[in-house]
């Protein structure tokens, strides 16, 4: 079972970048796709970004061009660079494989004002 540890989330402003980060417990995250999702208020859970070992990212619309997923496989940790932050992208960040299993982390808050 992988534990997986996000952090970097807190208060921006829009316009303002967040470097979230995620770090798994076992190494088999080295050859696992990867990807970060959210859930904001009353909404369900939504992909945001993943990657492959190979580094092949994927992204949701509404990310896409603002937001960069990348991993260091050394370190077992996944990362997500988010810029131009927009207060809809306000949310719980989680990461997970892609597919996602059970047991989620705990989740970063990211909150962005206006």
């Known amino acids: 079972q992988v534990q997986l540890v996000e952090s970097g989330g807190g208060l921006a402003q829009s316009g303002e970048s967040l470097r979230l980060s995620c770090v798994a417990s076992r190494a088999t995250f080295m050859i696992t796709n990867m990807a970060w999702y959210r859930q904001g208020p009353g909404k369900q859970r939504e992909l945001v970004a993943s990657i492959s070992p190979d580094q092949i990212t994927e992204y949701g619309p509404s990310v896409k061009g603002r937001f960069i997923i990348s991993r260091d496989n050394a370190k077992k940790t996944l990362y997500l660079q988010m810029t131009t932050l927009k207060p809809e992208d306000s949310a719980t960040y989680y990461c997970?494989?892609?597919?996602?299993?059970?047991?989620w982390g705990q989740g970063t808050q990211v909150s962005v004002s206006s």
């Open positions: 997970n494989g892609r597919p996602a299993l059970d047991p």
